[in-house]
């Protein structure tokens, strides 16, 4: 496990485990890292798989052996304490001793430890603190269109992500506080947020007015879905209150628009070692 104590701008770093024969000069190593992405030292393999390190964070790398006989094991990576899951599994070699290594481009400053063996190796959600519990991301279970607010059609194994990011302002509290706003359909929607105060027990909220959208051609079944985003986030009937529910299901809505969600947890295959 490491510690970043200090990360200069523009500089990059990789945790992970290599072999004697995988230690190389810069990119000509070949092992098994977690960056942000899982990489295996010179290409990206799972893009997206967690946040990208930054200073004043910890990052753990666990070599988890399923099967002895069979040399069957799992490389479990962690961010600041939560469980990203596997990022490498497969057949390794026991006489193939594996070593902790850092990939770096640039310069860094880290303390190094070996803390007791984890007690969690499956992919975690993140916790958020009461104070900013819509950050991260939700996924759209249902979305309600009109004045009647009538249901619109979902397409089967859809992945409709919402996404929270709290900005950090210098502005005083009493201005509320703000959120980037994107939505992902089969195009990407994004937006600002404020929270103004109360509407009965929802959150009071204001859209900037401005969302941009990529401008990919939609798939048929996603178009009317798509439509309704894009107005619900730049229009004064869209969305503007919001809530999460005892049943940690988020509630955006408005005199024309709705959706209920829940937390998304992207789920990795891991990749063969």
Same mark, same amino acid.
């Given at each position: ?119 969690? *190796? ?21 979305? *309600? ?129």
């Amino acid at each position: 496990e490491v510690k970043v104590t200090d990360f200069p701008k523009g500089s990059s770093l990789g945790v992970g485990l290599v072999t004697a024969n995988g230690f190389q000069p810069g990119w000509k190593t070949k092992g098994y890292f977690y960056n942000g992405n899982i990489t295996n030292g010179s290409a990206g393999l799972i893009i997206g798989f967690g946040k990208f390190i930054k200073e004043g964070d910890t990052v753990g790398v666990y070599h988890q052996v399923v099967d002895t006989s069979r040399g069957q094991c799992n490389i479990i990576f962690y961010h600041n304490g939560i469980c990203l899951g596997a990022g490498f599994s497969g057949v390794h070699d026991s006489n193939e001793k594996l070593y902790p290594c850092l990939h770096l481009t640039g310069s860094s400053t880290v303390t190094f430890s070996t803390p007791q063996s984890p007690a969690t *190796f499956e992919r975690e959600q993140p916790v958020y603190d009461h104070g900013n519990p819509y950050s991260g991301d939700w996924a759209i279970e249902q979305a *309600f269109a009109g004045p009647e607010l009538g249901g619109l059609h979902l397409s089967g194994e859809n992945k409709f992500k919402v996404s929270f990011e709290r900005v950090d302002s210098a502005s005083p509290p009493d201005d509320g506080v703000q959120y980037h706003l994107s939505v992902k359909i089969d195009n990407s929607f994004r937006t600002s947020l404020k929270i103004t105060g109360k509407m009965e027990a929802f959150d009071k909220i204001e859209l900037d007015g401005r969302c941009m959208a990529t401008r990919r051609m939609p798939s048929p079944e996603n178009e009317e879905l798509e439509n309704f985003i894009g107005s619900a986030l730049s229009n004064p009937g869209g969305f503007q209150k919001m809530i999460i529910t005892e049943q940690e299901k988020l509630i955006m809505s408005g005199p024309t628009a709705e959706i209920i969600c829940s937390r998304f947890i992207e789920t990795f295959e891991p990749e063969k070692m």
